[in-house]
């Protein structure tokens, strides 16, 4: 299985502060026969289900604020908030699909300093 | 605006199967790939399997011997049948659709199964 490590564990930005969160993958998910990333990011609050923000490391889902980006390539990636609200306290989860089965990274937490 | 629920118990005793049933509202399930997933209580997310809406199916390696999971398009369902169920077992289970087999773009409010005699 393609092991999903996410740092840091937990973070605490202020509002309106960068918040960027890494993603290393235990091998490379870009498939080089149409240069994509396999990768997803995706925000769960407590007591909810995990909702998707981004797909193929940087194409941003359907109604996702632009503060929110997906970068890197290969087997390491990052999720940015460009400037952190308080709607955005979660954990945020990376998962690949580049090989089966899909495996998720351990989560960070994100809070409020 | 596609929507899923899970149903089923939430206390199984230790060796018996879990049944969960994932009903898919505000679309069609034809042409999707349709997962579960489980969150052990304060821990990561694990992929159980999935099956595309014709039947074919594919499961985590880790648990392929105890999973089943079929498809109802009649009625717009899909479900999940795990065995021998132990304390381990114990998770939030999330029925998500899988865009292409690959991301989970809409997924269930979970529900929470506990193993225990």
């Known amino acids: 299985d393609i092991v999903m490590t996410q740092s840091p564990d937990s973070l605490a930005v202020s509002l309106g502060e960068r918040a960027t969160i890494n993603c290393k993958s235990s091998?490379?998910?870009?498939?080089?026969?149409?240069?994509?990333?396999?990768l997803a990011w995706y925000q769960q609050k407590p007591g909810q289900p995990p909702k998707l923000l981004i797909y193929w490391a940087s194409t941003r889902e359907s109604g996702v604020p632009d503060r929110f980006s997906g970068s890197g390539s290969g087997a390491e990636f990052n999720l940015t908030i460009s400037s952190l609200q308080a709607e955005d306290v979660a954990v945020y989860s990376c998962q690949q699909y580049y090989r089966s089965p899909p495996t998720f990274g351990q989560g960070t937490r994100l809070e409020i300093k | 605006q596609v929507q899923l629920q899970e149903s089923g118990p939430g206390l199984v005793k230790p060796s018996e199967t879990l049944s969960l049933t994932c009903t898919v509202s505000g679309g069609s399930i034809s042409s999707y790939y349709w997962s579960w997933v489980r969150q052990p209580p304060g821990k990561g997310l694990e992929w159980i399997g999935y099956i595309y809406y014709s039947g074919s199916t594919n499961s985590n390696p880790s648990l392929k011997s105890r999973v089943t999971i079929s498809v109802d398009t009649s009625k717009n369902q899909f479900s999940l049948k795990l065995s021998s169920m132990t304390a381990a077992d114990t998770a939030i289970y999330f029925c998500?659709?899988?865009?292409?087999?690959?991301?989970?773009?809409?997924w269930g409010q979970g529900t929470l199964v506990t193993v225990s005699s």
């Open positions: 998500a659709r899988a865009e292409l087999g690959y991301y989970f773009d809409f």
């Open positions: 091998q490379s998910v870009l498939y080089s026969s149409n240069n994509k990333n396999y």
